[in-house]
């Protein structure tokens, strides 16, 4: 399994980023793949994830109402995007994947969870 996160940058606080998770290597049924964040010295951080078998989503409160996870099914992509940043979003961002029972529609929010990580990408807000 490969997860490739991309899109990351240096926006002005109240912009937008996109950033999108490639990924391949096997079908992602029952998979609740997410987004997490880190900044140095703190442990990383539940951002919001998305159940692929069922599309259903769930939200850190620090970004509810303004990030939206949303699966590109055709090209086997998750997608986060990311309004009204502020300075406090800046992080390392990373997409994960991680493998529920059968049939599954829930969605993990533990780091611990995840059995597959992508590489971060990096997202600087300016105020």
């Known amino acids: 399994v490969q997860l490739q996160a991309s899109g990351g940058g240096l926006v002005q606080a109240g912009g937008s980023l996109r950033l999108s998770c490639a990924a391949s290597?096997?079908?992602?049924?029952?998979?609740?793949m997410g987004w997490f964040r880190q900044t140095p010295g703190k442990e990383r951080e539940f951002v919001g994830a998305?159940?692929?078998?069922?599309?259903?989503?769930t939200y850190a409160d620090s970004v509810k109402g303004r990030f939206t996870i949303s699966g590109d099914h055709a090209k086997n992509a998750v997608l986060l995007q990311m309004n009204s940043l502020k300075p406090e979003d800046t992080a390392v961002y990373y997409c994960?994947?991680?493998?529920?029972?059968?049939?599954?529609?829930?969605?993990?929010?533990?780091?611990?969870?995840?059995?597959?990580w992508g590489q971060g990408t990096l997202v600087t807000v300016s105020s």
């Open positions: 998305i159940n692929w078998s069922y599309d259903s989503t």
């Open positions: 994960a994947a991680g493998q529920g029972p059968r049939n599954w529609g829930g969605i993990y929010s533990s780091a611990n969870q995840y059995d597959y």
């Open positions: 290597g096997r079908t992602f049924s029952s998979y609740s």
